[in-house]
């Protein structure tokens, strides 16, 4: 089975300053998308950035890039010019190509920025 | 427009009572879901369907059973609450199964069961 891994419950950050968010993956496909997911306090679960699995180019959204290092199975979330409406729990998300696949979640980093 | 709505947003109920949570979505899309976050926040798929296929996460007890009266509906219905199962549950929407799609997400019930 596929595994998401975030191994930062939380993080801060100062406004205006740039934060990174760690996520890594285990899986045995070769093809597939990976996810940021944003949820503020109002729950609303929002989707940053989008990955694909056989583009070698990192994905970028404004001031939202990835990191992508496919060998090494990590998925990194960049975060440039950090403003106080990027709190918020953040979820990195793995789904498979193939095979009836479901989104598999991580157990998400709550940021904080601070003024 | 809200493109994808939940009611409830929030839902009190007592242990043992039957409840269900309506989902509805004007995005004209052909697959939704049900996701359950727990007190950890921790986010798992309970149920994906797309043309009356439906997909069970092997860990959802049977007490849990959605309904689709029509493609822009999902409706989750669940049977003798238990306490275990006070949760936020999200549903979610998206084009099609491929996992390209970008799933959109309701803002979610919050059930608490005492």
């Known amino acids: 089975a596929q595994t998401v891994t975030q191994s930062q419950p939380e993080m801060s950050v100062q406004e205006a300053e740039t934060v990174t968010l760690s996520c890594t993956y285990d899986?045995?496909?070769?093809?597939?998308?990976l996810f940021w997911y944003k949820q503020p306090p109002s729950r609303q679960m929002i989707l940053v950035i989008r990955q694909e699995a056989y583009k070698q180019q990192n994905a970028t959204e404004n001031r939202f890039s990835v990191n992508f290092q496919k060998a090494a199975k990590s998925f990194s979330l960049k975060i440039s010019d950090s403003q106080l409406g990027d709190a918020a729990m953040y979820f990195c998300a793995y789904r498979g190509r193939y095979n009836n696949n479901d989104m598999r979640f991580g157990a998400g980093t709550r940021l904080t920025v601070k003024p | 427009d809200t493109a994808v709505s939940q009611t409830p947003k929030y839902l009190v109920t007592q242990m043992g009572n039957d409840k269900s949570i309506k989902c509805e979505q004007n995005l004209g899309h052909d697959t939704m879901y049900w996701y359950k976050q727990d007190s950890k926040k921790f986010l798992k798929i309970m149920f994906s369907y797309n043309n009356k296929e439906l997909i069970i996460n092997e860990t959802v007890p049977n007490r849990f059973s959605p309904k689709s009266p029509d493609k822009a509906h999902l409706n989750l219905h669940i049977n003798s609450l238990e306490l275990g199962d006070s949760a936020v549950y999200f549903c979610a929407s998206s084009q099609g199964r491929l996992a390209g799609y970008e799933q959109y997400f309701g803002p979610g019930t919050r059930l608490t069961v005492t």
């Open positions: 899986t045995s496909e070769s093809d597939y998308y």
